[in-house]
């Protein structure tokens, strides 16, 4: 369980690298819309790993080119959330596959062969 101060690092983080992919980062992301869809902080607020999501992109490739500019997005990081916070953590980033999960989940689902009930069936629990 994450501490106030984590939660709170975390949302500071998760607002600031937004912004960063919108403005300064335009040239990593191009027309690409990234979403930052969750922050963990380790306990030492020294080490965030954050956890990235694409729309309009090839996913992989687009996050090779996040990650091999970790050290200019961190730069960027430090220089908006410097006066208030001592560390400037780590990033570690990570794509978060959970929107393909639902997808796949739904897909699943919707193929599954269900028999409606029989009415007599209906009947009878309506009745108990």
């Known amino acids: 369980m994450e501490s106030k101060r984590q939660q709170k690092y975390s949302k500071l983080i998760q607002k600031e690298l937004g912004e960063i992919f919108q403005r300064e980062g335009k040239h990593l992301v191009g027309t690409a819309m990234v979403t930052i869809t969750r922050v963990l902080i380790s306990p030492d607020l020294g080490v965030a790993k954050i956890y990235l999501s ?4 090839n996913n992989k490739e687009l996050f090779d080119k996040i990650n091999d500019s970790k050290k200019e997005i961190r730069r960027h990081l430090g220089i908006r959330i410097g006066k208030s ?8 980033f990570f794509l ?3 929107s393909a999960y639902a997808q796949h989940m739904d897909k699943v ?20």
Not at 54 to 57: E, K, M, T
Not at 85 to 91: A, K, N, T
Not at 118 to 128: A, F, N, R, V
């Open 54 to 57: 694409f729309l309009l992109a």
């Open 109 to 128: 689902i919707s193929a599954l062969d269900i028999p409606d009930a029989d009415e007599e069936e209906q009947e009878d629990d309506k009745e108990d």
């Open 85 to 92: 916070v001592r560390i400037i953590p780590e990033l570690a």
């Open 96 to 98: 978060d596959e959970s």
